[in-house]
């Protein structure tokens, strides 16, 4: 759940070695460098994007699409932090950046409310791809800093957009509910058909927009995320598969260091003594960020009839009942000693039957995907335990999935797990690159290499 930290750069040869082929793919269609310019209007009314079309039977979702600016390949590059510096070698395209609001639901209220997003497009010969892509944990206290609508440069997952876009995609980033357009109402931390809702309406709406625009899109969407936003990503995977979404194909899923079985997921964090690490790099309580998800159920759901004393121990759970936020109230990063034993063991006996069922609910390796699914996770990670993705794949074994495919990453912990994480999403976008030309039928594409595969020298 900790934002990325910058392991790329002891892997920027491997990764560079990639987008070579990859760019040169790419250029085979045509390189589009337009002038930089910077412009700002408003577009609020929707249309048919070309290759992309929304199910006459679904409503607009687009309230306003905003035209921020472009930005100039070299001014991306320069802006770029050196933790992308392969990514940021091969951008070859100028990229329109784009605030937009659309409509999505609060499953709390059932209201039908605001949420925004960023999207990203590059000035390239079309059709053009789609990328979208879920941004990983932002805490409260950082309020609406690090959201993608905001474009702010120095977000490393911004510049991560902004970068792909440069490639030739086009790239959806949601900021979620409880920030930007919606912020004021609570995020709902890891309730997952809420994120994947809201990311799948941002989705609708970049078609809205690109039909407006005159920005030529394929209709196949890599779907991907890190952290919180690799479970979102399963999440939507999951959704558009089984809804038969219309508007857009998934391609695949590339998902790094998420949660698809929380009930092991938390049954590992519950059986721990120490978590080795008291606060992460954004400066949140690592335990706090376990609360949340629970605070999260516990408000949504409403048979989950739960004081906090049924859930922590004596010196917490006063203080958490009066809390405006549980990052409010410091709590040691020790699962043993902070979570009542009732709690702890309902969970990992399975005994608490309608904690578990929310915690099934809100899990993602219950079904067989058809498009393919790339869960990237190092096996040091004590954060979002490795033994979550480990049993979340040996159950799609189990059912016979073969779409499936988990990278485990020896030895890596939470944010060290990105550079593989990436290498993985550089290789499905090449693969996919490549399966566009040869559907179109130019004959000078090749197979490319298998997505996971990884040399020696590229394992963190």
Not at 148 to 159: F, G, M, W
């Amino acid at each position: 759940m900790i934002l990325l930290k910058t392991a790329l750069k002891d892997k920027a040869t491997t990764i560079a070695r990639r987008l070579a082929r990859w760019t040169s793919i790419w250029c085979l269609v045509g390189v589009a460098v337009l002038a930089a310019g910077c412009a700002s209007d408003k577009e609020s009314h929707p249309g048919d994007a070309a290759g992309a079309s929304n199910d006459a039977s679904q409503d607009s979702t687009l309230v306003e699409a905003q035209r921020m600016g472009t930005i100039p390949v070299d001014m991306l590059k320069a802006q770029a932090p050196e933790a992308f510096v392969a990514l940021k070698q091969r951008a070859a395209y100028d990229v329109d950046a784009y605030r937009v609001v659309y409509e999505t639901e609060d499953l709390k209220t059932g209201e039908t409310i605001e949420a925004s997003g960023a999207l990203f497009v590059p000035q390239a010969d079309g059709p053009l791809p789609t990328i979208s892509y879920q941004h990983g944990t932002i805490y409260p206290f950082e309020g609406d800093t690090k959201v993608p609508s905001n474009l702010a440069e120095r977000t490393l997952e911004v510049a991560l957009c902004r970068l792909l876009a440069a490639q030739g995609f086009v790239v959806a980033a949601p900021d979620y509910i409880g920030y930007g357009a919606s912020q004021g109402r609570p995020h709902p931390y890891y309730l997952l058909e809420s994120h994947a809702m809201t990311t799948w309406n941002l989705l609708r709406a970049t078609a809205e927009v690109a039909g407006r625009q005159d920005i030529p899109l394929r209709g196949d969407v890599v779907l991907t995320g890190y952290s919180q936003g690799g479970s979102t990503s399963m999440a939507l995977h999951r959704r558009m598969e089984a809804r038969g979404d219309s508007t857009f194909r998934v391609a695949a899923s590339v998902n790094g260091s998420g949660v698809y079985h929380l009930p092991e997921f938390m049954a590992s964090v519950l059986s721990t003594e120490d978590l080795g690490v008291a606060q992460s790099d954004a400066g949140e309580q690592i335990l706090n960020v376990y609360l949340w998800v629970i605070d999260t159920y516990l408000d949504h759901y409403e048979d989950l009839d739960r004081s906090w004393a049924d859930v922590v121990v004596s010196p917490y759970a006063a203080p958490l009942d009066t809390a405006r936020s549980v990052f409010d109230v410091a709590v040691p990063p020790t699962p043993k000693t902070v979570f009542t034993s009732d709690f702890r063991s309902g969970i990992q006996t399975r005994r608490d039957s309608a904690l578990v069922r929310v915690l099934e609910e809100n899990s993602n390796y219950q079904w067989s995907p058809q498009a393919p699914v790339y869960m990237v996770h190092g096996t040091g990670d004590n954060i979002v335990p490795f033994a979550n993705a480990r049993v979340a794949m040996q159950n799609m074994r189990e059912r016979g999935v073969d779409t499936a495919t988990l990278i485990p990453v020896e030895g890596a912990g939470h944010g060290d797990t990105f550079s593989r994480y990436l290498e993985v999403l550089v290789g499905t976008l090449e693969e996919m690159a490549s399966a566009n030309l040869e559907e179109e039928g130019n004959t000078t594409s090749t197979a490319t290499a298998d997505p996971t595969s990884s040399s020696s020298d590229a394992r963190p």
